[in-house]
T-cell receptor, first 116, second 115 residues
Framework: GAVVSQHPSRVICKSGTSVKIECRSLDFQATTMFWYRQFPKQSLMLMATSNEGSKATYEQGVEKDKFLINHASLTLSTLTVTSAHPEDSSFYIC????????????FGPGTRLTVT | AQTVTQSQPEMSVQEAETVTLSCTYD???????LFWYKQPPSRQMILVIRQEAYKQQNATENRFSVNFQKAAKSFSLKISDSQLGDAAMYFC????????????FGKGTKLTVNP
């Protein structure tokens, strides 16, 4: 099956710093990648959709200047949390979808971000 | 906008028994996909089963099967012969037909399996 990796799995950063999370499709080309945020005991909240070589489309209420998304290649997308604050602490999950039907979304294992 | 509703925040089942998780959705589209995802304590999202709306036959994957009622916009998941490893959060999700369509998730049902 298709495999998606995320790095790092856990990260702790200080308030005011930036942190980058990588999402890679290991054995397929991902035309579209999605970034989600999940609070404890809640569902996944879509943050943005990115297509390779294009600007990401952000969901309403998501600050595009705080959550920078880059999808520079068909196997890599990055999420950079800029000037992180404790309220940005969360579990971030990416998914990747190939360019052919049924356009299945394959999920990464997630990244736990803690901002101190 | 499409919405997905899971009305059971928590469910429990005895090992080896059968449990059904409910899901309803709202859409004006005629072609779409429906999914059930499992999220165990590791938090890795695992696809359990997928249903294409144009298919009348209910999808089945081993012990997992769905009851898809398109007119009623209902999509329940039945887990037969429940195992301890089935304990997890289960999310029902809707996705439109196109390639860049996003998944719309329900709030989830926490399933506990009692030995």
């Amino acid at each position: 099956g298709a495999v998606v990796s995320q790095h790092p799995s856990r990260v702790i950063c200080k308030s005011g710093t930036s942190v980058k999370i990588e999402c890679r499709s290991l054995d397929f080309q991902a035309t579209t990648m999605f970034w989600y945020r999940q609070f404890p005991k809640q569902s996944l909240m879509l943050m943005a959709t990115s297509n390779e070589g294009s600007k990401a489309t952000y969901e309403q209420g998501v600050e595009k200047d705080k959550f920078l998304i880059n999808h520079a290649s068909l196997t890599l997308s990055t999420l950079t949390v800029t000037s992180a604050h404790p309220e940005d602490s969360s579990f971030y999950i990416c998914s990747a979808s190939p360019g052919t039907g049924p356009y299945e979304q394959y999920f990464g294992p997630g990244t736990r971000l803690t901002v101190t | 906008a499409q919405t997905v509703t899971q009305s059971q925040p928590e469910m429990s089942v005895q090992e080896a028994e059968t449990v059904t998780l409910s899901c309803t959705y709202d859409t004006s589209e005629s072609d779409y996909y429906l999914f059930w995802y499992k999220q165990p304590p590791s938090r890795q999202m695992i696809l359990v089963i997928r249903q294409e709306a144009y298919k009348q036959q209910n999808a089945t994957e081993n012990r997992f099967s769905v009851n898809f009622q398109k007119a009623a916009k209902s999509f329940s998941l039945k887990i037969s012969d429940s195992q301890l490893g089935d304990a997890a959060m289960y999310f029902c999700a809707y996705r439109g037909w196109g390639g860049s369509e996003k998944l719309v998730f329900g709030k989830g049902t926490k399933l506990t399996v009692n030995p």
